[in-house]
């Protein structure tokens, strides 16, 4: 069943754009902070899912948590694997089953009977399309070493929980997968195609992901979440756009009704490109910097 959705940019970037090469010396990803009155937010992008061995947990960012009132998420981090299916089952089980392999053109169904076949994701039949493109990726994610369990979300949240830090969430679980829900057949049919098209190379856009989020590369991220909605303005209104209105006015309306230092994570793809977090928050009077990270020191060689 579904693990944590993985981030928006890496379930639907389409195959054709190129990964990126790994920066010889990885700096950090991008963090900014704004303050109104006596209230300060700390914005940072996160990647829901990662392979292990990506230092990005670095001393600036740790610092800027610990000095927070209260962790923000999306959403929180799910006990185990179990703790979502009451929810899919809810939202995702259709009534009949009907042929997954129905829900995309017939020049499309090869591909998608090789990939029911490699991924084995069980009897796709009884559930939505939207649910059929989050599990395929999902399961490629694995295949591919991808690990939630060490996400940005699930390291953030365990530091809180360490430091007895408040955690609050922007949506629920249930939130979230309703947009997904909400989404007309056609756009999921859409989401659907763009997953399928980059199941093949999935490892290499995503090693260019996390490239270009641990070198603070927005403008590049800002330039992939654009291309990557072309084929669906909707999808982009729907999952990006009219959810990052929201959490700007709730991020406002609590910066000015608990004075305090919020420390805000969401999809690095929220805080980039047209529409974005920081764009929403600068058109309610808020002035967003980007934080810049000490370089980290250079060893000292040996007296001699």
Do not use: C
């Not at 900014?32 to 960012?61: I, M, Q």
């Not at 953030?156 to 989404?183: C, G, K, W």
């Not at 057949?185 to 399928?196: G, I, K, N, S, V």
């Amino acid at each position: 069943m579904i693990r944590i959705l993985l981030a928006l940019l890496v379930l639907l970037w389409p195959a054709v754009l190129p990964a990126a090469k790994a920066p010889p010396e990885p700096v950090a990803p991008a963090m900014w902070e704004a303050t109104r009155g006596k209230s300060k937010v700390t914005l940072f992008g996160t990647v829901h899912t990662l392979p292990r061995g990506v230092e990005w947990f670095r001393p600036h960012v740790v610092q800027a948590l610990d000095s927070a009132d209260r962790l923000v998420l999306e959403t929180q981090v799910p006990d185990g694997p179990g703790a979502a299916l009451p929810v899919v089952m809810k939202l995702a089980r259709l009534p009949a089953p009907r042929p997954a392999l129905q829900r995309v053109p017939e020049s499309w169904q090869p591909l998608m009977k090789a990939a029911l076949d490699r991924l084995k994701p069980g009897p796709m039949d009884w559930y939505d399309t939207w649910f059929i493109s989050l599990t395929l990726a999902n399961l490629q994610a694995e295949k591919n070493g991808l690990d939630p369990r060490i996400g940005v979300e699930a390291v953030l949240t365990e530091r809180a929980r360490m430091r007895n830090l408040p955690i609050v969430s922007l949506e629920t679980m249930e939130e979230q997968l309703i947009y997904f829900d909400a989404l007309t057949e056609t756009d999921q049919q859409q989401m659907l195609l763009a997953t399928l098209e980059g199941l093949d190379g999935f490892k290499d856009r995503m090693d260019g992901l996390v490239a270009d989020w641990m070198a603070g590369r927005t403008d590049v991220l800002a330039q992939k979440v654009n291309a990557d909605f072309e084929r669906s303005p909707m999808l982009r209104r729907m999952l990006v756009e009219d959810r990052n209105h929201r959490w700007a006015d709730w991020i406002v309306q609590e910066m000015d009704r608990s004075p305090g230092h919020l420390f805000v994570a969401v999809g690095a793809g929220h805080l980039a490109g047209k529409g974005s977090l920081i764009a929403d928050l600068e058109a309610r009077g808020l002035k967003v910097k980007q934080v810049t990270q000490e370089p980290p020191p250079r060893p000292r060689g040996r007296r001699r």
